[in-house]
Nanobody, 125 residues
Framework: QVQLVESGGGLVQAGGSLTLSCALI????????MGWFRQVPGKGREFAAA????????YYADSVKGRFTISRDSAKNTVYLQMKNVKPEDTAVYCC??????????????????WGQGTQVTVSS
């Protein structure tokens, strides 16, 4: 069974950078699409970015486009979210997620079957 383990969260000043990692423990052979979502207290999960495991095609929410970059290292079974020029409104718990198929909407949390426990990102102004 695949497990997702995030790391790299922390406190960063507005305008700074941070890189999150998500390790797929148990291999990636069944993984087709991986996503990063974020959540603040009292709100649902918000899509940030997704990547096709096979070819690295990436998709972004408008709120992070141009500032965040999602990538994957197949040899390390790891997905990254590089965050640049962060803003206070980026403060959230960031979770990675995975699913075994490509088709369908990629921004809908309910389409992902595997989730990590999340890592806190706090952006100070």
């Amino acid at each position: 069974q695949v497990q997702l383990v995030e790391s790299g969260g922390g406190l960063v000043q507005a305008g700074g950078s941070l890189t999150l990692s998500c390790a797929l423990i148990g291999g990636s052979s069944s993984t087709a699409l991986m996503g990063w979502f974020r959540q603040v207290p009292g709100k649902g999960r918000e899509f940030a970015a997704a990547i096709r495991w096979s070819d690295g095609s990436a998709y972004y929410a408008d709120s992070v486009k141009g500032r965040f970059t999602i990538s994957r290292d197949s040899a390390k079974n790891t997905v990254y979210l590089q965050m640049k020029n962060v803003k206070p409104e980026d403060t959230a718990v960031y979770c990675c997620a995975a699913r075994t198929y490509y088709s369908g909407v990629y921004w809908q949390p309910s389409t992902y079957s595997m989730w990590g426990q999340g890592t806190q990102v706090t952006v100070s102004s």
